[in-house]
């Protein structure tokens, strides 16, 4: 952004009379001295009292909509009562809008204190003016400034017009932890109101007066074209106005309701070229990923030398499907071309991406493209494609009509992005005492960001630095990855890659542990023992903290205490997006299947933001990881995605979740994840639950086929 | 196209659609009644859950014709005036995280605590074992309808 656009933001705010609006722009990072003015936050403040914080993140669940506004309202001494919320489209203003990654508090909660803190500051000078009284005297409490010595009020409403004209302090002081009135509190979600009496709109309840239909009717074959259609009894279907290809792999029928599209598909008569990947399927990918593992990897973490070592070695390989996202919401985009411009109403996770990609497809400047950014029925990652938004605005370009697309369930789960599979190499040397000496994992897996064409130095996937750490100590440690491109479309989903390795490296150390005839809790703990900062890529992991989610977890969950007959215990812990989760499992067997019945969490995530809805994070992780470990697996045969609706892509439903316990280790430390750190110790909390049980290690997943 | 009489939330309406059409696009894009969401169409997850003369169906696969006649109630007609007592106690519990299951889950809640007000764990699981959530809000669900029956019996 120009310091010019940044100046005239600030002028419009100020000249509007309205109230004070703030734009507060900080560095994003030391390290990005080309982009020094992105602004990271926004607020309003108007005559009548009213504020409105911007959120410049997606909802899609996570709570962000209420979440982000309690961080600047805590330092703006606002009245919670008083807040409103205002979504943030794709802008030059937020910097990378982006949700995902478990980062929006971790990014946004310095620049949201700091937007806050400003305010408040320049509330209180504009108050002590007024008043002609030192600005020590006065104090903001419950949106107004308070002079207690004359016992005067002023309201930020009051005040904001005065307000709007001072200068912007550049370091406000900010509050101290103790002092918090509203971070930390288990504030109501403002978002959950409008959920449970239909109003909420979502992306695909969005609607524009002269709006038509579009489903696309997809290359089912990944990589393979339209060679012929024929639309003649497409077009016969009622309300079907359109029906032409968009790009080379899909065709579009356009209709006055979402159901005449669908029947013009249905009817839709097309050849396609199969292309190069026409007899790809899994046991052929699960066969190279094998291969691959004996190959050249790159070096993510060393300490020692595990070549070095001698004694008694325990190796095991795991094996991990490739998996859709399934957010209940199926994709969705409205779009509407205006001759030389474009405007979507896009559930989007990335809606900066959206913009640029639409600006490409339709050769036009970014800057005539406008994202609005609607509410989403889940995202778990796969709404950080801008498949959706492109296609809508190619298909409103070629009707030049407002059109929205939909995709059915099938369309979702066949011609989706997906979790990459993976293949796990893991070796280990016990001393006499059965503690490892020497611990290695080689994780091998196709890499998202290299699929999109960002592979990242050395060939590391970007991803793996969050998502692929070790917190034990161990004095001889090698964590290494190969990169084995394949076909099958990549997308992030939730917990990443931290999925994978969460899942083999905690199963492994169970291995050990029972190798070493040891309580597997004991053997973490000894692992742990010791003070260690373990530092991997950016991220300093403490052995202290683990031990804390740990012993914590163990504790709420009655470790090592009797259990109901027939109930077992595992247990696991991970870390990942810069926080630890520790988990505990209870399950029973039946028939082979294991039944969860209750699963304890623990996390140190940092300072809360909101007890409620880091809840609901860890719940929510908990039954999307159960789903994951149970049946979540995508098949590729003749080229094409096997799966196709929630009978065979099975999502756990009532009758198998778990009731969910969530643990929090207390923190000052700056947020952390919350969203996705929760999934990784599932899967290996209910195996090693299940080898208590059965004497049978599970090494694959998904448990049921 | 044909001429079709629909009784949704108290109200006639005469739309004129294909007869196969599922119901749940009639009361989304015909009557604009968006609270009834699409997830799955093939009746596998519940989130175009509506009630049938006070029967919990699955609108995604109910066509158009078979509806006429009967009274529909969407999650906007569940109740006239204020809150009913499940939207009540969703917020109270505050169980929605994405929402988009939701007014799916309310209406086979309501349509389970009309025939029993005072449902057992089981009775719960059985009912609400058709609606999906991706986002893991059972726990949630199922103390929200127990609060909303002023707890089991």
Known sequence: ?705 | MAEITLRVNSSEHKVSVAPDTPLLWVLRDTLALTGTKFGCGAGLCGACTVHLDGAAIRSCSMPVSQASGKNITTIEGLSANALHALQQAWIAEQVPQCGYCQTGQIMAAAALLAKSPHPSDDQITQAMNGNLCRCGTYDRIRRAIHRAAGGSQ
């Open chain 1, 1 to 705: 952004m120009s310091s010019l656009s940044r100046r005239q933001f600030l002028s419009v705010g100020a000249a509007a009379g309205a109230g004070l609006v703030i734009g507060f722009y900080l560095p994003h990072g030391s390290h990005e001295a080309k982009d020094v003015f992105a602004p990271n936050a926004y607020l309003k403040i108007a005559t009548d009292g009213q504020i409105t914080v911007v959120v410049a993140r997606s909802e899609m669940g996570q709570g962000v909509r209420t979440s982000l506004p309690m961080i600047l309202a805590e330092e703006l001494e606002a009245d919670w009562q008083q807040i409103a919320i205002e979504q943030a489209g794709a802008s030059t203003l937020y910097g990378d809008q982006t949700t995902g990654g478990s980062a929006s508090v971790r990014t946004t909660w310095d620049p949201m204190r700091r937007a806050g803190a400003a305010a408040r500051e320049m509330l209180i000078s504009a108050a002590a003016l007024q008043w002609g009284v030192p600005r020590s005297s006065c104090k903001a409490q419950n949106s107004a400034i308070i002079h207690s010595d004359s016992n005067r009020r002023l309201t930020y409403g009051q005040l904001a017009s005065k307000a709007a004209g001072l200068p912007i302090p550049t370091d406000p002081p900010l509050k101290q932890a103790k002092d918090y009135q509203i971070v930390g509190k288990p504030i109501p979600r403002l978002d959950v109101p409008a959920k449970v009496d239909g109003k909420a709109e979502y992306g695909i309840d969005f609607r524009l007066a002269g709006m038509k239909y579009a489903v696309l009717a997809r290359c089912p074959v990944v990589g393979g074209k339209v060679a012929n259609f024929d639309d003649k009894d497409a077009k016969k279907i009622a309300g079907v106005s359109y029906v032409g290809k968009v790009g080379d792999s899909a065709i579009a029928v356009v209709a006055d309701s979402v159901w005449g599209a669908m029947e013009g598909r249905r009817v839709l008569n097309i050849q396609w070229d199969e292309g190069p990947n026409a007899s790809l399927n899994s046991a052929a990918i699960y066969d190279s990923l094998k291969k691959a593992a004996a190959g050249k990897a790159a070096i993510l973490y060393s300490v020692g030398d595990v070549s070095k070592v001698q004694g008694r070695r325990i190796d095991a390989t795991y094996q991990l499907p490739f998996m859709a996202h399934a957010p209940m919401e199926p994709g969705n985009c409205a779009a509407q071309f205006r001759g030389s411009s474009c405007e979507l109403w896009a559930p989007t996770q990335v809606p900066q991406d959206v913009r640029d990609s639409v600006a490409q497809a339709l050769a036009i400047s970014a800057d005539e493209v406008k994202v609005n950014v609607t509410l989403m029925g889940g995202g778990f990652g796969r709404r950080l494609e801008h498949d959706y938004g492109v296609e809508a605005a190619l298909v409103s370009k070629a009707v030049n009509t407002p059109v929205k697309v939909i995709w059915t369930r099938e369309d979702d789960m066949r011609n989706s992005t997906y979790r990459p599979a993976s293949y796990h190499h893991l070796s280990a040397v016990l001393d006499g005492a059965g503690w490892p000496v020497a611990f290695s994992h080689r994780i091998v897996s196709p890499s998202i960001s290299g699929q999109k064409g960002t592979p990242g130095d050395g060939g590391i996937d970007p991803d793996l630095k969050d998502e692929a750490g070790l917190v034990y100590s161990m004095p001889n440690v090698l964590l290494e990855y190969v990169d084995l491109q394949t076909p099958v479309p990549l997308g992030w989903m939730r917990s990443v890659y931290a999925l994978q390795a969460g899942f083999a490296s905690e199963s492994f150390i169970d291995e050990l542990a029972n190798a070493a005839r040891k309580d597997p809790l004991d053997y973490r703990l000894h692992l742990l023992a010791k003070d260690e900062d373990i530092r991997y890529f950016d991220t300093i992991w403490r052995t202290s903290r683990m031990r804390g989610v740990l012993q914590l977890a163990a504790d709420k969950a009655g470790w090592g205490k009797p259990l109901r007959t027939g109930h077992y215990h595992g247990i696991a812990c991970f870390a990942c997006f810069s926080s630890y989760v520790a988990e505990v499992v209870e399950i029973s067997m039946d028939n082979n299947q294991p039944r969860v019945h209750r699963v304890v969490a623990a996390i140190d995530c940092g300072q809360v933001v909101n007890p409620n809805i880091l809840e609901q994070q860890i719940q929510g992780g908990v039954v999307y990881a159960l789903t994951n470990a149970m049946r979540a697996q995508i098949t590729i045969d003749k080229g094409r995605v096997v799966q196709g609706n929630f009978d065979d892509y099975a999502p756990v439903r009532m009758n198998e979740a778990p009731v969910v316990e969530a643990y929090v280790v207390p923190s000052s430390e700056a947020p952390t994840g919350a969203g996705e750190p929760p999934v990784p110790p599932l899967a290996p909390a209910l195996c090693n639950a299940m080898y208590v049980a059965t004497k049978k290690r599970i090494r694959s997943l998904p448990l049921l086929t």
